[in-house]
């Protein structure tokens, strides 16, 4: 029997996946967070994609790591022991969620475990997993998507995915810190996000309407909004996904 229930927070970079994990995990109890980044191959061994490093493909991951990790965490309930992550070390800026409406919502979800929700399996016993990552939905990933318990895609517009991408200052690596190249969006990131994702969209368009039927074939939740909702909406949406596949945990 599992020991936690997994969600995935997949979407293209800078579509909020690591903020919305961060405040879930603050609104809800005995919840981590794993980072699909935490697990990407030392810089010499990834590919070129334009004459520049590829850090947004399925090859720049140890795929078959994080299937372990995934593995280890359902067996255990709670992160390899191994596992120190890099991604903490990186800021992802003001949330853009007001204190108020966070302490509010981790009152509802309080109150939610001591009444409808008193059978969610939420415990030192059973935790909640938060992965965030740019690729866990992919064909090339199937592996990763099969250990999820639930998937959740957030979306993005490509003006926003990359004016937020370049506002960044850089990432923390294994070797120190990557700073994005010239053009790295529109010849990297936004080209292997449409790859991996266009499946999932009607005529292959990611900022068109989704495959509803093909998405709930694969268990997949996509955030309404089409990417244009403020954090603060998303994450009331996300609350309440959550508390419903915690449920269906019971």
Same mark, same amino acid.
């Given at each position: ?30 919840? $981590? !967070? ?6 990407? @191959?030392? #810089?010499?061994?990834?590919?070129? &994609? =334009?004459g520049l490093r590829d850090w947004d493909c399925a090859a720049s991951i140890d795929l078959p790591g994080l299937v372990r990790s995934l593995m280890y ?54 935790? $909640? !997993? ?6 866990? @939905?992919? #064909?090339?990933?199937?592996?990763? &998507? =099969? ?104």
């Amino acid at each position: 029997m599992s020991k936690a229930t997994i969600i995935g927070l997949s979407g293209c970079s800078s579509s909020g996946k690591t903020t919305l994990a961060r405040l879930l995990r603050n609104i809800f109890p005995y919840t $981590l !967070i794993l980072h699909e980044d935490d697990f990407y @191959l030392p #810089e010499e061994q990834l590919l070129f &994609r =334009e004459g520049l490093r590829d850090w947004d493909c399925a090859a720049s991951i140890d795929l078959p790591g994080l299937v372990r990790s995934l593995m280890y965490i359902h067996e255990h309930g709670e992160l390899p022991p191994e596992l120190v992550s890099k991604e903490d070390q990186n800021a992802v800026g003001p949330s853009g969620v007001d204190d108020s409406t966070i302490e509010s919502l981790k009152e509802n979800v309080r109150k939610w475990l001591t009444d409808e929700g008193r059978s969610a399996p939420l415990s030192d016993s059973h935790r $909640l !997993i938060i992965m965030d990552g740019f690729l866990l @939905l992919g #064909e090339s990933v199937r592996a990763v &998507r =099969e250990n999820l318990d639930v998937k959740i895609l957030l979306r993005a517009k490509y003006q926003k995915a990359k004016q937020r991408r370049e506002n960044r200052s850089g990432y923390v690596t294994l070797e120190g810190f990557w700073e994005d190249p010239p053009d790295y969006v529109d010849k990297v990131v936004w080209p292997n996000y449409v790859e991996e994702h266009a499946f999932l969209f009607e005529n292959g368009d990611v900022e068109g309407s989704v495959k509803e039927g093909l998405a709930s074939e694969l268990g997949v939740v996509v955030c309404p909004g089409e990417g244009e909702w403020p954090m603060g909406k998303v994450l009331l949406w996300a609350v309440e996904n959550v508390k419903a596949a915690l449920l269906k945990q019971a």
